[in-house]
């Protein structure tokens, strides 16, 4: 038996990368509701409202063990 080949769209997920600002100023963030959107703002807590979103970076600061220098830190609201 040979396995059905997967396509770009089995494997990854659309999604809309952008800040706080550009949220809110620059996309229309409304008319993006079918695509998963992770939301930049670096703060305790977000403060971002128009829409939902799905993954929030909170910090550029963050440590992981066994990379050197600073890394992204994000939190998923996906359960994936």
Do not use: C
């Not at 670096?42 to 890394?71: C, E, F, H, L």
């Amino acid at each position: 038996d040979v396995a059905p080949s997967r396509g770009l769209g089995d494997v990854y997920k659309e999604g809309i990368y952008a800040n706080k600002t550009w949220l809110n100023s620059y996309l229309d963030a409304p008319g993006l509701s079918s695509y998963k959107i992770w939301l930049a703002q670096y703060a305790a807590s977000p403060s971002y409202t128009r829409t939902r979103y799905d993954m929030w970076q909170y910090s550029s600061k963050g440590s992981v063990a066994g990379i050197s220098g600073n890394v992204d830190m994000n939190i998923s609201y996906l359960g994936y």
